[in-house]
C-alpha cells in the first residue's frame, strides 16, 4: 500500500500544480461525429449513441448507425434501449446510499453479513467483509466469469442455493487493494432485498427510475431481449455480418450488471447526480450524492479511487466520477463532472466476430471470414476506452499528472506485476494464461531514467513513484488497454504493487521467474522437447514398461495440444466460448479438467520412468544407451515444467468453475 508521505506529496503537488490551458473546444456535435461517424463506415460498430448534459439540461443528444441491421431500425437515444452491462452498479449503488439515509443500514463500516438474510459471507481470519468494503471493491474476492449469465430461467429472487454456487473464493484480507468484483455489487443486491423486503428490479423501478422519470428503464432480467431493443452484429473482416447472440443476465448478478435504458433516461439519471452534488436533492439528499462521489479509497493516490462505486478521479484539476460497462455486444461510458455540471453517456452497440480457434487455424492456409477485403476495409471494434478518453479531453483538455519531486530512481519500480483480477482457484486460470500480455505487467528501467512498462518506452517519473507517457493514452485504434500513467505502491522502500490510471484493478508485485508471461515463453520450448521424443519410438526395449514408457513423450505433447482445442475448438458456427462462460456451461470446462488431469499423470509417469530407466538399464547397453536415458532424463525436466504448468493453471484436480 502506498506510504502515507506520498499521499500528502501528490495532495500538495494537486494544490500547487498549474491548470492544464486546453485549446478552445471544438463545438459538441462536430466532435462527437469525428469520433464515431468515420468509426461507422470502417464497420467499428452497428450503432452508437451519446448524450450530453449541461448545466441540468439535454445539450446534446444523436445516435450512429442502426439498432437493429435486420430491420434498418435507426439508433435513437429516446427510444433504443441498451444494455449498461456494470454501469448499473452505480444504481445499486444509490439504492444502498437510500437505506443508509433512511436509517435501515446504521453505518456503511457494519459487516454485510448483519443485514444479509440468504447468505452467510466468508470473515478473513476474525476479520468480516463491510457494505463499504462491497462499495469499494475492497471486499477480496477471486473473480469469477463463469455464470456472470444464464442461459435458462432462475427463479428471482434467487435462493440461497443460487447464490452458494456462484459465491468465489474470499483470497485476500478485506480492505487492502481494490480489486473490481461483480460479485460484490451483487451482495449489495441482495442486501437491497433482504432490508426493504422487494425483489431489485422492483425497488429499483419505485425508488429510482420512476422518480427521475426514467420509464424506459428496467433490471433486465429477461430470456429474450424487447422489441425496442438494439440488437448488436460483428463483422468479419471480409464484410459478412454476424449477429451476437443475446446472453440473459444472471438474475443474482445482474444488481452489477443487468440494467437495459436509453440514452435520455441515462440522461436524467446523470443530471440528478449532478445537481445533487451542487446540492439540490431528489432521489437523495445533496449530502447523501456528495458520499456516494466522494473518493474513499483508492490503489494509489495518482489514480483513480472510488466512492460508493462511482470511480473517482482527478483530470487536470477536475473533479471526475464516472462508471463504465460492457457485455456481449454492448459497450458503455458515462463520465460526470458535477462542478462543471457535464455529463456524459455513450453506448457502443457491436462486438468482434465470435471465432473460434479451429476457423482461426483454417484461414492460416484456405480463405475464411477472416480474410480481408481490401476495398471494405473493416476495423477492430470500437474500444469505450478510447471514447472515454475523447471524452475527458473534449471537456477538460489532454491529461496531465501533477509533479512533485523525484526521491528515487526508476530502475526501483523495475520488475514483473500480476493481475490481481483473477481466479486462484478453478480452472478459469487458463483465460489469465491465454491473456498474459495484460494478466502480467513488466517494467523495464532504461538507461535514460525511464520505465518501458508493457513494451512501450519512455514513462518518465512526474512524482515519487509515478510515472507518466502521454504518448501512450488509449488511441482510436490501438490496445484498449493502455494507459498514460502507472502508479507503483511500496512498502519498506519496496515496490509491492502497480496500479494505471483508470484503477479498477490492481497488479502485485510477482515472481520475475514463474507467472502467466514466462510460462507462456516456456511452453513451446517445453513441447519442443517433447516432440523430440519421436526418437524414442526407435529405440529397443525388451521389457513391457521399457516399451510403453517410448510412448509417453508423445502423448505428453498430445494432452498439452488437446487443452486449447478442447476449450477454444470446434464450436458449431457463430458459437464461441464467451457464451460457454457467460451462460454457466461446464461442458468444455469439464473436457479442459479431464485432459489437464491426463496431461498431469503421463507427465508424473514420464518423470517415474526416467528414474526407473537409470535403475535398470533400459533401451539398450553402452554409450547409446546411456544417451538415450539422458534423452529421456531431459523429456522429463520439461515433463515437470508442463506439470506446474497445468498446477499453475488449476487443472490437477477437479477445479470446476
Not at 459538441?28 to 463506415?41: G, H, I, M, N, S
Not at 457494505?131 to 435462493?159: C, M, N, Q, Y
Not at 420509464?215 to 424487447?226: D, M, T, V
Not at 462543471?340 to 471465432?355: H, M
Request: proline content about 7%.
Amino acid at each position: 500500500m502506498p506510504m502515507r508521505i506520498l499521499k500528502w506529496l501528490a495532495c500538495l503537488a494537486a494544490l500547487l500544480a498549474t491548470p492544464a490551458v486546453a485549446a478552445p473546444a471544438q463545438p459538441v456535435e462536430a466532435w462527437a461525429d469525428a469520433l464515431f461517424q468515420p468509426a461507422l463506415k470502417t464497420h467499428r460498430f452497428t450503432g452508437a449513441e451519446i448524450v450530453v448534459v449541461e448545466n441540468g439540461a439535454v445539450t446534446f443528444a444523436k445516435g450512429y448507425g442502426l439498432a437493429d441491421q435486420a430491420t434498418g431500425r435507426a439508433m435513437d437515444p429516446a427510444a433504443t434501449e441498451v444494455r449498461i452491462g456494470s454501469t448499473t452498479k452505480v444504481i445499486t449503488a444509490t439504492a444502498i446510499a437510500q437505506l443508509h439515509e433512511k436509517g435501515l443500514i446504521r453505518s456503511l463500516d457494519d459487516p454485510a453479513n448483519r443485514y444479509l438474510r440468504r447468505v452467510q459471507l466468508p470473515d478473513w481470519k476474525g476479520r468480516p467483509v463491510t457494505i463499504w468494503h462491497l462499495l469499494t471493491h475492497r471486499a477480496g474476492f477471486e473473480d469469477k466469469a463463469f455464470g456472470l449469465g444464464t442461459d435458462r430461467a432462475i427463479a428471482h429472487p434467487v435462493s440461497a442455493d443460487v447464490i452458494a454456487r456462484a459465491m468465489p473464493k474470499l483470497v485476500r484480507e478485506p480492505g487492502t487493494w481494490s480489486v473490481y468484483s461483480n460479485f460484490g455489487t451483487a451482495v449489495l443486491g441482495l442486501i437491497v432485498e433482504d432490508i426493504s423486503g422487494q425483489p431489485i428490479d422492483r425497488y429499483f423501478k419505485e425508488h429510482i427510475f420512476a422518480p427521475l422519470g426514467m420509464e424506459r428503464s428496467y433490471l433486465n432480467l429477461a430470456l429474450s431481449p424487447s422489441p425496442a431493443h438494439a440488437r448488436p452484429y460483428a463483422t468479419f473482416p471480409n464484410g459478412e455480418r454476424q449477429a451476437i447472440g443475446y446472453v440473459p443476465m444472471n438474475p443474482f448478478i445482474a444488481p452489477a450488471g443487468g440494467v437495459s435504458t436509453t440514452g435520455l433516461d441515462m440522461a436524467r439519471f446523470m443530471i440528478a447526480q449532478i445537481e445533487g452534488a451542487n446540492g439540490k436533492p431528489s432521489i437523495l439528499s445533496a449530502e447523501g450524492f456528495r458520499r456516494m462521489q466522494t473518493r474513499h479509497v483508492a490503489n494509489h493516490p495518482a489514480t483513480t479511487g472510488f466512492g460508493m462505486v462511482f470511480i473517482e478521479g482527478n483530470w487536470n484539476g477536475a473533479h471526475v466520477v464516472e462508471h463504465g460497462g460492457g457485455w456481449p455486444g454492448f459497450q458503455t461510458v458515462m463520465v460526470l463532472v458535477p462542478e462543471r455540471g457535464i455529463g456524459v453517456f455513450a453506448s457502443i452497440v457491436g462486438e468482434g466476430p465470435v471465432v473460434d480457434l479451429t476457423e482461426q487455424l483454417r484461414s492460416l492456409v484456405g480463405k475464411t471470414r477472416l480474410a480481408a477485403d481490401p476495398a471494405n476495409p473493416v476495423e477492430p471494434v470500437l474500444n469505450s476506452a478510447f471514447v472515454r478518453e475523447a471524452a475527458l479531453t473534449r471537456f477538460l483538455g489532454a491529461y496531465r499528472p501533477a509533479e512533485a519531486p523525484v526521491t528515487r530512481p526508476a530502475s526501483d519500480f523495475a520488475g514483473t506485476y500480476c493481475r490481481q483480477r483473477r481466479s486462484y482457484s478453478t480452472v478459469e486460470a487458463a483465460f489469465d494464461f491465454l491473456g498474459a500480455g495484460y494478466a502480467v505487467i513488466t517494467a523495464a528501467a532504461g538507461a535514460d531514467g525511464t520505465l518501458t512498462i508493457r513494451g512501450v518506452r519512455g514513462y518518465r517519473q512526474m512524482a515519487p513513484g509515478v510515472f507518466f507517457n502521454p504518448d501512450a493514452a488509449p488511441k482510436a485504434l490501438g490496445d484498449p488497454n493502455t494507459s498514460a500513467l502507472f502508479a507503483f505502491t511500496t512498502s519498506n522502500d519496496t515496490a509491492t504493487g502497480i496500479a494505471p490510471l483508470l484503477s479498477v484493478d490492481a497488479w502485485e508485485r510477482c515472481s520475475d521467474t514463474w507467472n502467466p508471461r514466462v510460462a507462456g515463453m516456456m511452453l513451446p520450448v517445453l513441447l519442443l522437447i517433447a516432440f523430440t521424443g519421436i526418437l524414442c519410438l526407435f529405440w529397443p526395449g525388451s521389457a513391457r514398461a521399457e516399451r510403453l514408457s517410448r510412448w509417453l513423450p508423445l502423448l505428453q505433447l498430445g494432452t498439452v495440444i488437446a487443452l486449447p482445442l478442447v476449450l477454444l475448438g470446434f464450436y458449431a458456427a457463430d458459437d464461441g466460448i464467451m457464451y460457454h462462460v457467460l451462460e454457466a456451461q461446464r461442458g468444455r470446462f469439464i473436457g479442459l479438467a479431464i485432459v489437464g488431469n491426463l496431461g498431469a499423470l503421463v507427465a508424473a509417469l514420464t518423470i517415474a520412468a526416467a528414474i526407473t530407466a537409470w535403475l535398470r538399464g533400459w533401451w539398450g547397453e553402452g554409450r547409446r544407451a546411456v544417451f538415450r536415458r539422458v534423452h529421456f532424463s531431459l523429456i522429463a525436466i520439461a515433463a515437470t515444467g508442463i506439470l506446474a504448468f497445468l498446477a499453475s493453471l488449476n487443472l490437477i484436480g477437479w477445479n470446476l468453475p
